[in-house]
C-alpha cells in the first residue's frame, strides 16, 4: 500500500500561481508513475499531468501545458505541480495518485481544493 497526502491548495486569482505538493508514504519502492488529476464540479476526473519515477519523464493534458510543471524528489517520495497562469477554469479538486506501472493509477489521495477567481 501507498499513502499519499497532497497540500498547497487554496484560492488565487487568475494569472496566479499555486504549487501544489504530494507526500508518499508506505511501499513506495513500487512507485512506478505520480500523476495529477483534478475534477471540476459536475464533470469528470480529468488526467492533468505524470511524472515517472525513474527517469523523471512527464506528460501533461494540453489544456495545462506551458503552464503547469510538474516534479518530483525520489529522496523525499514527493511529486509537486507547480501551477502559474492560473484560469477560473483550472478550478477542481486536485487529487495526486501513484501507479505500480505504467497501466494506472492504483493509490489516490483526498484531494485538495483549488478554486482561480475572475
Known amino acids: 500500500q501507498v499513502q499519499l497526502v497532497e497540500s498547497g491548495g487554496g484560492l488565487v486569482q487568475a494569472g496566479g500561481s499555486l504549487r501544489l505538493s504530494c507526500a508518499a508514504s508506505?511501499?513506495?519502492?513500487?512507485?512506478?508513475?505520480m500523476g495529477w488529476f483534478r475534477q471540476a464540479p459536475g464533470k469528470e476526473r480529468e488526467f492533468v499531468a505524470r511524472?515517472?519515477?525513474?527517469?523523471?519523464?512527464?506528460s501533461y493534458v494540453d489544456s495545462v501545458k506551458d503552464r503547469f510543471i510538474i516534479s518530483r524528489d525520489n529522496a523525499k517520495n514527493t511529486a509537486d505541480l507547480q501551477m502559474n497562469s492560473l484560469k477560473p477554469d483550472d478550478t477542481a479538486v486536485y487529487y495526486c495518485a501513484v501507479g505500480s506501472s505504467s497501466n494506472g493509477f492504483e493509490y489516490w489521495g483526498q484531494g485538495t481544493q483549488v478554486t482561480v477567481s475572475s
Open positions: 508506505g511501499r513506495t519502492s513500487r512507485m512506478y508513475a
Open positions: 511524472i515517472t519515477w525513474i527517469g523523471g519523464r512527464t
